[in-house]
């Protein structure tokens, strides 16, 4: 009787032992979100419920810690299950073989996010990361401006855009806008446009002409002000709340700080989708994403919680607390929380569900890392040469040869 009470003992102790031993634990790393801490504690529960066995921990940093720390980690043969990474890095990280493909991972549930979703995270063929939040930019515009002008309607085609612009400096005296020029090679893409073709710098064809063309006759026109070049966010905000100009490309949540600092221009201001051009994708999208570094101890089990965090319930629940960010999946962008906005009272409202109706056109629009040898020089030259064609000190075929030459030359090495 001894022995037997021994025995049911032991095995009970075994059992607890195994079963101790069984709960993985799956550490996955946030950038800059500690903030929404209720969020992620609320999600670890759920995560840890539904998956017996699998215990989720959650570690946020600075973004400028994620790199050395999840490189030490690879190192050291320990790294997390899952890292918080934007599109660029993916790219980096899956030319280094430091990050693992996930198709064989993902099945079914790959159909969940939206197209370009996808492509943003596909190298050679193959997904490198999990979806998760997104932003883009919608347009916010002054309502008596746009009477003034004469123009009932928000543009839906850039051309339509241009077309309003100089309506309204004709009409009203007024710059109507201030297109971020600090990203050309986003304006670029959004155009329809390519970079670089064959390993060789190709902005100065016919067309690339044409469209830097546009904005010089826009800024010589004053539809643009003077000083667009050294316009970044906030002094683009702050033109709009002054009523120095008609129009601003913004997100949905930017919006608060007109009702904030300027309320007599919020309640003038309506939204509408920023009008797409050839390339049929918005501006100012910036998708974040969960990658697998290579080394983790079960990638299988990484990637249920990968695709537990950016699964359309998961982006609903986050876009929610964040009041501010976009899901990257086609049925959370579907939901009543954005899609009712579209009748509420609340611009704030009203721009989320217009941002909402257009994520199927977000993409990235940056150049694949290490395509440059010299990135920072290369993209400043770049930029300066377009600031000369529109402020008119070249001509724009000029500028773009100059430009396009100095990358060629720096390519070929």
């Not at 990474?85 to 939206?114: C, M, R, T």
């Not at 826009?218 to 002054?242: C, H, R, T, W």
Request: net charge positive; proline share 5%; aromatic share 10%.
């Amino acid at each position: 009787m001894k022995l037997k009470k021994m025995l049911i003992v032991g095995t009970a102790l075994f059992a607890g032992v195994h079963a101790q031993a069984a709960d993985m634990e799956l550490e996955f790393w946030t950038m800059n979100l500690a903030k929404f801490n209720t969020y992620f504690d609320q999600t670890i529960v759920k995560f840890n419920e539904a998956n017996p066995g699998l215990k989720a921990k959650w570690v946020d940093m600075n973004w400028d810690q994620i790199q050395p720390k999840l490189i030490a980690s690879i190192a050291a043969g320990n790294p997390p299950a899952l890292v918080n990474f934007n599109v660029p890095w993916v790219h980096e990280f899956a030319a280094q073989g430091n990050i693992l493909p996930l198709d064989q991972f993902l099945g079914a549930n790959k159909a969940i996010y939206s197209t370009n979703a996808v492509k943003d995270v596909q190298v050679k063929g193959q997904m490198y990361a999990f979806p998760w939040y997104n932003s883009t930019q919608i347009i916010a515009y002054n309502k008596d401006i746009f009477a003034k002008a004469g123009i009932k309607n928000a543009p839906k085609t850039f051309d339509e855009f241009i077309v309003m612009g100089k309506q309204i400096k004709a009409k009203t005296g007024l710059a109507a806008f201030a297109p971020k020029m600090s990203d050309m090679i986003g304006f670029f893409y959004y155009a329809g446009l390519p970079v670089i073709t064959d390993g060789k710098a190709v902005f100065n064809s016919p067309k690339h002409v044409a469209f830097i063309q546009k904005f010089a006759d826009l800024y010589k026109a004053g539809v643009m002000p003077k000083d667009v070049f050294k316009m970044a966010f906030e002094q683009e905000i702050a033109a709009y709340n002054s009523g120095k100009i008609a129009m601003m490309t913004t997100a949905a949540q930017g919006l608060k700080r007109t009702e904030t600092d300027a309320k007599a221009i919020y309640d003038k201001t309506e939204v509408a989708p920023f009008p797409l051009d050839a390339g049929k994708l918005n501006l100012g999208s910036w998708m974040m994403d969960f990658v697998i570094p290579k080394g983790t101890k079960d990638p299988a089990a990484a990637a249920k919680l990968g695709i537990f965090l950016t699964s359309d319930e998961q982006q609903l629940a986050f876009s929610k607390a964040t009041e501010s960010t976009m899901p990257s999946t086609k049925k959370a962008n579907l939901d009543p929380y954005f899609q009712s906005g579209a009748n509420s009272a609340d611009v704030v409202d009203r721009a989320r569900s217009v941002a909402a109706k257009s994520m199927d056109n977000a993409r990235t629009l940056t150049l694949t890392p290490g395509t440059l040898p010299d990135e920072t020089v290369m993209t400043k030259k770049l930029q300066d040469e377009i600031q000369n064609a529109v402020e008119g000190r070249k001509s724009v075929k000029e500028a773009l040869d100059t430009a396009a030459a100095a990358w060629n030359e720096k390519l070929k090495k």
